[in-house]
């Protein structure tokens, strides 16, 4: 859905949902300012059992001079546009409309009307409707306020940022021109005395593993900001490498998650918690997520308190005990035990630092499994693959194992990766510059089925790993160790049939 399609209707009503937080108020009040650039009678709604009495969100309000109204009757309008939340369901009130719209961020579990704008892998719905309004030309940093009310949702949404893994969302942080001191006077009035108390009391019943170094809480049902506060005091102890601090809330458990080695990512860690049960994500030393109630429950998992917290300590065990560990540089492959592949003919893209002025330069590749932060020198060619992903490569490897074309070159993937310098100094699609490229099978490649999970720190990046799970193919070719994904290693090579003699 577009927002230009909206401008059919000229009385629309823009509804958070019940008790609204940041997200909601100010995506709302962003598609208000657009509306109302179209001379459109609009307005800003809430509605519940109670009105809003968190101070930051009173805060932010006043300050911005948000015309949020709290209703509990509504005129039909012509047009009722729920935001952060989907019409008909159990957080919002059920008002009438001519017309109904959503914009959303949230899994869908009812259906939805057709003007529908539901995205449940971005972070905040300030991003979503961020990225309507670019597509309709709308700046909203020529509008006071906006920005940073935006930036804030998405703040509040993903636990200070812990919880981004989308890269939409990571553009809106790089776009927005924010006043930042507005931005600390919220954060400083997010914590009530009330929540002072549990996290306090949360820090006092605090568990340790001895062996894998980890620490866990459970704190009592807050706003889950505060499980972030109580994560990052858990970590400041010596002994303490990761931790998870959880509360048991009607819908789920929500969960925040902190590394402070390079062994553990958070985001990989989170997505290991909620692996069938719900979602996680983040980034490398904040992350987070849900477990939702009625998975755990098809699942089998005991929903009492104890059930809850012996399933979340047992989660961190098998995590640290079933995963091996492969520094790159140091491991020794045991080629005697891997199969020769060749690799199949098909199309990639190829772009050449030096044509866009940034060799001997280090960069950030944001793609759609996370930034890439790479130095390009002058003998590296960055690739895309098949499907998005992104990697470097040495100039003589890719004469060895790759040929160019006159095929046109097609990208297809959710995300476009984008080249940023590390200060944000230009931002370049790198689909302008990608030149297409057939892979040939000249050389054989030693692969071999993953049994385990296995963490691979290759030679390009020290402090990140990459991931192999069960059923993936660690790959061992004439320079280094890679992990393919089974998909992808399955689509891209085949297997060299030996001779029997």
């Not at 057709?114 to 409707?129: M, P």
């Not at 045991?334 to 060799?359: Q, T």
């Not at 990697?391 to 990766?417: A, H, L």
Request: proline share 3%.
């Amino acid at each position: 859905m577009r927002l230009s399609e909206l401008l059919r209707f000229n009385k629309i009503v823009i509804q958070c949902h019940d008790n609204p937080d940041a997200d909601a108020i100010a995506s709302g009040w962003a598609l208000y300012k657009y509306f109302s650039s179209h001379e459109k009678d609009v307005r800003l709604v809430y509605s519940g059992n109670m009105q809003i009495t968190k101070n930051n969100l009173l805060l932010m309000k006043n300050l911005f001079k948000i015309p949020l109204e709290y209703v509990e009757r509504l005129s039909k309008p012509e047009l009722l546009i729920t935001v952060d939340c989907q019409y008909g369901e159990g957080n919002v009130t059920k008002f009438d409309g001519d017309n109904i719209a959503v914009i959303d961020h949230h899994q869908s579990t009812y259906q939805l009307p057709e003007l529908s704008e539901v995205r449940s892998n971005i972070g905040s719905c300030c991003t979503i409707v961020w990225k309507m309004l670019k597509d309709e030309g709308f700046d909203v940093n020529k509008y006071d306020n906006v920005p940073t009310a935006l930036y804030y949702g998405l703040l509040t949404d993903t636990n200070n940022f812990s919880e981004v893994f989308h890269p939409l969302d990571r553009d809106m942080q790089d776009y927005l021109i924010v006043k930042s001191t507005m931005i600390r006077r919220f954060k400083n009035s997010n914590l009530s005395m009330s929540e002072l108390k549990i996290a306090g009391n949360a820090l006092e019943n605090s568990e340790y593993n001895i062996e894998h170094h980890f620490g866990m809480v459970e704190a009592q049902p807050c706003d889950p900001n505060i499980l972030g506060i109580i994560s990052d005091m858990l970590l400041e102890v010596h002994l303490i490498d990761t931790c998870i601090v959880y509360s048991v809330l009607d819908y789920g458990v929500k969960f925040s998650i902190r590394s402070c080695i390079r062994e553990v990512q958070a985001s990989e860690l989170a997505e290991y918690i909620s692996e069938k049960n719900g979602s996680g994500g983040g980034h490398l030393e904040k992350a987070g997520g849900v477990l939702k109630m009625e998975l755990l429950e098809s699942n089998g998992v005991d929903l009492s308190k104890e059930g809850i917290r012996d399933y979340i300590y047992n989660r961190m065990v098998e995590y640290y005990e079933s995963t091996k560990i492969i520094y790159g540089e140091e491991e020794e492959n045991d080629l005697m035990s891997m199969r020769s592949f060749v690799k199949r003919k098909f199309l990639m893209g190829y772009v050449d630092p030096e044509e866009i002025g940034l060799s001997n330069r280090n960069v950030t590749i944001r793609t759609y499994e996370g930034d890439v932060d790479v130095y390009l020198t002058e003998d590296i060619y960055i690739m895309i693959g098949i499907h998005g992903e992104v990697y470097p490569i040495r100039k003589v490897n890719f004469e060895r194992g790759y040929e160019r074309t006159d095929v046109s070159y097609e990208f297809v993937g959710e995300y476009e990766p984008t080249i940023k310098s590390g200060k944000g100094d230009f931002n370049i699609p790198l689909i302008n510059f990608a030149r297409p490229c057939l892979s040939i099978s000249e050389h054989d490649v030693c692969a071999k089925v993953l049994d385990c999970r296995v963490k691979l720190f290759d030679s390009w990046e020290s402090e990140k790993y990459i991931l192999g799970k069960p059923g993936d193919y660690i790959v061992a070719t004439q320079d280094d160790v890679r992990i393919i994904e089974k998909k992808y290693f399955e689509l891209m090579y085949e297997e060299v049939e030996t001779s029997v003699q």
